[in-house]
Each structure stands twice: as structure tokens, then as C-alpha cells.
């Protein structure tokens, strides 16, 4: 395995698509894709069972990525860090969030949205503590991006 194996997961759906013409970017004929090399950062920083206790990322959360880049709870589209762009999806379930970042990666070579980061919070989150645990070490900038909560009624 090299590091560009990649997973084709999709197409965005119509929610993204809307949620980021809001701010300029045009995510048609764009498609979501993880990684080899996203699976190894993602092991090796957040699967360490020492470490993380319960909210240490295994094998088995990686197949929860095509449910939560289709079907989050909540969304930011368009944060900025490093001048890089993202999207940060938040999936809750009773006892944990699962946070997932892709790199939005528009050239000439790539119209893709790709894996960044993936990890878990052991408690429930709202929008609100989503946006404080992603800008809490000022790094990411959330101001020219989007909010989207997607929770079904």
C-alpha cells in the first residue's frame, strides 16, 4: 500500500452542495475520498488505546465515513487553517461525537474532498462545543465559513 491509495467514497450531497455555494465554492463534479496515508495519520494520532481510552478510533470506525459525510448531525463548510480549506462534519451519537475533517482540494489535478483527520469525543456535542473544540488552539478559522445543522426532525 502507498501512500495514494485512495477510497472513492462519493458524490457531496445536495445539503453541501447548497451549504457551500452560500460562501463561493461550487462543489459539482467534486467527489469525497479518504486515503491510505489519512488512515495511518488517523492511527497513529488518535488510535491509541492507552492514550485515548474510548474515544480511540479502531478499524471498524473508518466504514462510519460515507454515513457521516452524507447524513452529519452538523456541518462547517469552509474553515481555514494553514490556508488550507475544510469541511468538518460532526455525527452525535448517545455517548459520543465523531468528528471528521476533509480537505477541499480544488486544482486543475483534484476536485476532491479528501480525509484530513478523524476522531471521537466521548460525550455528546452541540454546534456550539463543535465549534469551540475546533477553534479552541486558534489555529482553524471558522469566521468565513458556514454553519449547518443537519439534525432530522
Do not use: C
Request: no cysteine; glycine share 6%; proline share 5%.
Amino acid at each position: 500500500m502507498n501512500q495514494f491509495d485512495k477510497t472513492i467514497i462519493g458524490k457531496p450531497e445536495p445539503w453541501l452542495i447548497e451549504a457551500a455555494a452560500e460562501i463561493g465554492f461550487d462543489f459539482t463534479g467534486f467527489r469525497h475520498e479518504t486515503t491510505s496515508d489519512f488512515k495511518r495519520h488517523v492511527i497513529k494520532r488518535h488510535g491509541n488505546p492507552a492514550i485515548h481510552g474510548r474515544a480511540t478510533i479502531t478499524e471498524a470506525d473508518f466504514s462510519r465515513i460515507p454515513d457521516i459525510v452524507k447524513k452529519p448531525d452538523n456541518a462547517i463548510v469552509g474553515a481555514t487553517r494553514k490556508g488550507r480549506l475544510y469541511i468538518i462534519y460532526a455525527k452525535t451519537e448517545p455517548d459520543m461525537t465523531y468528528i471528521y475533517f476533509e480537505q477541499i482540494l480544488d486544482s486543475h489535478r483534484y476536485r476532491v474532498l479528501r480525509g484530513n483527520t478523524f476522531y471521537k469525543v466521548t460525550r455528546p456535542l452541540g454546534m456550539d462545543d463543535i465549534k469551540k473544540i475546533v477553534t479552541w488552539n486558534d489555529k482553524t478559522d471558522i469566521s468565513g465559513a458556514v454553519s449547518v445543522n443537519i439534525i432530522e426532525a
